[in-house]
């Protein structure tokens, strides 16, 4: 499951990732983030931003986006700092 959101016309976010614990290692994550991904190229956004968590159990995750090429960056949007979210992005 996944959602791209808008943020205004040029920049979304990623929205609630997650892949069924049956499903898990089997690269849907991968086919997921690249379809969000090439949805939001078609939006024509420039940016794509997302929040994830940071405890150890998040760590998967966020390897997974920076092997997509998103950076850690400040709070977006309505977001703020906080020690338990970690905020990435990614130019398109």
């Known amino acids: 499951v996944g959602a791209l ?3 205004n016309a040029i920049e979304g976010e990623i929205k ?3 892949t069924s614990s049956s499903y898990l290692r089997q690269g849907i994550a991968a086919k997921l983030l690249t379809h969000i991904i090439e949805q939001a190229t078609l ?3 420039k940016k794509l931003s997302l ?5 150890k159990a998040f760590l ?3 390897k997974l986006y920076t092997l997509f090429g998103f950076n850690e960056c400040e709070p ?3 977001y703020e700092l906080d020690p338990y979210s970690l905020f990435m992005s990614k130019g398109l």
């Open 5 to 7: 959101k808008a943020l």
């Open 16 to 18: 609630s990732m997650r």
């Open 43 to 45: 939006r024509g956004y």
């Open 51 to 55: 929040e994830t968590g940071t405890a």
């Open 60 to 62: 998967p995750a966020q």
């Open 76 to 78: 977006f949007a309505d």
